[in-house]
């Protein structure tokens, strides 16, 4: 399984963003979603979706903010990100588990590379 993120970029305090992670490979009915990594901090979860989309798990700093969702017939998983704020500046990490819960518990079966946000005061 490959996972393939894009989307990021340099967004003023505010502003919005959307990434988009593309699934190849054999991956079916897995949870997809997201985490993050700022300089000199740990890999933190942001949030899943299950296989249907019917399941949805949030950290509480991006709750409100930000939406992921997906779309199984092209394989893809979205995060709307909304009045990003500057602490939102991370490299985001696209991830496929088994289940929306067990990566909300960090059991993650596959990663994508990052794509960089960037969110300016």
């Known amino acids: 399984v490959q996972l393939q993120a894009s989307g990021g970029g340099l967004v003023q305090a505010g502003g919005s963003l959307r990434l988009s992670c593309a699934a190849s490979?054999?991956?079916?009915?897995?949870?997809m979603g997201w985490f993050r990594q700022a300089p000199g901090k740990e890999r933190e979860f942001v949030a899943a979706?299950?296989?249907?989309?019917?399941?949805?798990y949030y950290a509480d700093s991006v709750r409100g903010r930000f939406t992921i969702s997906r779309d199984n017939a092209k394989n893809t998983v979205y995060l709307q990100m909304n009045s990003l704020k500057p602490e939102d500046t991370a490299i985001y990490y696209c991830?496929?588990?088994?289940?929306?819960?067990?990566?909300?518990?960090?059991?993650?079966?596959?990663w994508g590379q990052g794509t960089q946000v960037t969110v300016s005061s």
């Open positions: 979706i299950n296989w249907n989309g019917d399941i949805t």
């Open positions: 991830a496929m588990a088994t289940t929306a819960w067990n990566m909300r518990m960090r059991s993650v079966d596959y």
């Open positions: 490979g054999r991956a079916v009915r897995y949870a």
